[in-house]
């Protein structure tokens, strides 16, 4: 008898809800960075572990919309939650409960949602037992299924989450292949490759106004018989000034982020990689709901 179980990853920016889904999956599918924002679309990751198959949805953190693409996230987080068997409230113990988390149990309570709640950077804490108040504020808002104190890092007690999760699997067919880790292409995984290396390499406000798209991806064999994939992308940014902060004093800073990530990409693919990036300015994209749909930028 085969089972299926749809699980929404939520909380905050920088909770680790993209660690733990790389963690549960054992692939790397979501990109990291300590910068808020980093997970835009929603991105399923799947692990097929006996006749179970679990798929993760990793959301992008729950903020404040302040443009058209902070709409778009806002909205995929909300259709997200609807449409689960239960879901994860990843909560970072080193801050205090804010709007972000009330808005999420608030999400839970509508749609009658079972929710697991994870306490995450436990490793942090010099004094366990001030886990306790933060367990009882929690309780008090909403009656999670399980509370889970838990380190994604130090891979404290993070073998306790598949089987509270479990139990909420339903008698079905598997949605997906069993021998993958997520549905997205292997071209949006080497876009987010480079958006992530862009976040890594970049300061302040720069990062949150590019986005990536891979115009060409063409696999072609070389004299000794090898494949190669020549790889084409293009960095969307909104002023003409962070496109030469992209592109470094001699194109330094764009060699250093094509560096980074042809690596990955080429473990991603597992063969040789001819990645060619360039850069182009689009005023105020993030405003622009014909860009945002034409690079489809954000899920809804």
């Not at 790397?28 to 835009?40: G, Y």
């Not at 997205?184 to 290396?197: A, D, N, P």
């Amino acid at each position: 008898m085969t089972k299926n179980l749809f699980t929404a990853i939520t909380g905050r920016p920088n909770a680790g809800k993209s660690s733990l889904t790389n963690l549960l999956v054992g692939e790397k599918i979501s990109i990291v960075s300590e910068k808020p924002q980093t997970t835009r679309n929603r991105i399923n990751g799947v692990l097929t572990k006996g006749d179970t198959q679990f798929v993760f949805i990793d959301t992008p953190g729950m903020l404040k919309a302040r443009t058209k693409l902070g709409e778009h996230m806002v909205k995929s987080i909300r259709a997200s939650v609807e449409d689960v068997d239960c879901a994860i409230l990843m909560a970072d113990i080193t801050k205090k409960m804010s709007a972000v988390e009330q808005q999420l149990i608030k999400s839970f309570e509508n749609n009658k949602t079972p929710a697991i709640l994870l306490l995450n950077k436990i490793d942090l804490l010099k004094n366990k037992e001030d886990l306790l108040p933060i367990i009882k504020q929690y309780s008090e808002l909403y009656d999670f299924a399980e509370i889970i104190p838990i380190s994604v890092k130090r891979r404290i007690n993070t073998d306790k989450i598949l089987p509270a999760l479990e139990k909420y699997s339903a008698e079905g067919e598997h949605f997906f292949p069993d021998d993958i880790a997520t549905d997205r292409t292997e071209r949006f995984l080497c876009s987010e490759i480079v958006r992530e290396k862009i976040l890594w390499t970049m300061e302040q406000e720069i990062p949150h106004g590019t986005a990536v798209d891979i115009e060409s991806f063409k696999a072609r064999t070389n004299k000794s018989g090898a494949e190669i994939i020549d790889i084409g992308a293009v960095i969307i940014c909104e002023k003409n000034s962070h496109k030469g902060m992209l592109i470094g004093k001699g194109g330094e800073r764009l060699k250093q982020i094509g560096s980074l990530a042809r690596k990955d990409i080429e473990e991603l693919l597992d063969c040789k990689v001819n990645l060619q990036i360039f850069v182009k300015v689009k005023e105020d994209w993030r405003n622009r709901e014909s860009i945002i749909n034409e690079y489809k930028i954000a899920d809804e």
